[in-house]
């Protein structure tokens, strides 16, 4: 029993494949090729998944319009500008390192930078606390000295 319900739960956890049978090209190298840039285009719809993955009916079309523009004759690139063109940098996993497009690139290594900076002054701040004596001035002293004997 526990086997079969293993079985069951992996079955479960399998990805499900988007690309649809009708979809795919006769042709191995177009396919490849479809497949290729599929994985470098991002859903619309869907937030972080290709179109090679996604079950959304844009990505349906969009794969579909990939395929199309590969069996009338355009390179890799020609296809994936075409789609740019018509929704925008959004659907590149990979904007192109140019204009504001610096920021996403940038951003995540300024901020590791910056919290690295903010932890080692926030240690050393530390460390100097720790450092800090507690030396008591000669008045301080007598003063301690004459409460402790009361």
């Given amino acids: 029993m526990r086997a079969l319900i293993l079985c069951l739960s992996l079955l479960i956890a399998l990805p499900a494949l988007a690309v649809q049978p009708d979809e795919i090209l006769d042709d191995p190298v177009l396919e490849a090729r479809a497949r290729d840039i599929s994985r470098v285009l991002r859903c619309p719809v869907c937030a972080g998944e290709n179109i090679d993955d996604s079950n959304a009916p844009i990505s349906r079309d969009l794969r579909l319009f990939v395929r199309d523009r590969l069996v009338a004759g355009d390179t890799d690139q020609q296809a994936i500008d075409a789609i740019t063109e018509r929704f ?63």
């Fill in 88 to 150: 925008g940098e959004i659907v590149l996993f990979e904007p192109p390192r140019r204009g504001l497009n610096w920021l996403l690139y940038l951003a995540g290594p300024i901020m590791a930078v910056l919290a690295l900076l903010i932890a080692w002054r926030f240690m050393a701040s530390r460390a100097r606390e720790e450092k800090a004596p507690d030396v008591l001035s000669a008045e301080e002293r007598k003063r301690l000295d004459s409460l402790m004997r009361d």
